[in-house]
């Protein structure tokens, strides 16, 4: 199997201050209770997420401006030479304070990409772990809020259980070249 070299980008969403508070006021106004389910025979337990109805709000055009949403498509077209790009779901995933909420290990194949945009990361100990997909090696790309980890969406990765004093927040979607 061929995975893409290197096999994750880390990306600056630009226009991320303007847009953070506007992103979690429409979060905190998606009724969404707590959430668990099984991913690969393990439980995850994520505190809110509107996954399960990912297709009711575009978050990708929500929550990046018009700037970010085109040097994605810039990167898109640099890294793969790919001009048309369809983003078939997004969703949000939080993870609250102390309470221990994770998303166990787990790949969006057969998506080409999966990208977390980390609209919410005061604790770096919460940072999305990705498996190396030769090695098996457990990798933490070094990622802050205000930036979008992008990656093949064969790779493994999983959000650490929260057991900080800090919530964590992310806007989710996949990638497909059309």
Excluded: C
């Excluded at 990708?60 to 779901?89: C, G, M, P």
């Excluded at 969703?91 to 999966?114: A, I, R, V």
């Excluded at 990361?121 to 070094?142: A, M, N, Q, Y």
């Amino acid at each position: 199997m061929i995975f893409f070299r290197p096999f994750y980008w880390v990306l600056n969403v630009k226009d991320h201050l303007i847009n953070k508070e506007k992103i979690i006021g429409s979060i905190s106004s998606v009724n969404t209770p707590y959430h668990n389910y099984d991913v690969e025979d393990y439980t995850s337990y994520i505190s809110s997420t509107d996954w399960v109805y990912k297709h009711q709000t575009n978050w990708f055009n929500y929550a990046l401006s018009k700037r970010d949403i085109e040097n994605y498509q810039k990167f898109v077209y640099r890294k793969f030479k790919k001009t048309r790009l369809h983003v078939n779901s997004s969703w949000f995933n939080q993870y609250y304070p102390d309470s221990g909420s994770e998303h166990y290990w787990h790949h969006h194949k057969p998506e080409p990409l999966t990208n977390i945009y980390f609209v919410e990361l005061e604790d770096k100990s919460l940072r999305t772990i990705l498996r190396h997909p030769v090695t098996g090696k457990e990798i933490i790309p070094r990622v802050k809020e205000g930036q979008m980890l992008t990656f093949d969406g064969r790779i493994e990765h999983m959000s650490p259980p929260n057991n900080t004093s800090t919530r964590k927040t992310v806007i989710s979607f996949n990638t497909n070249f059309i």
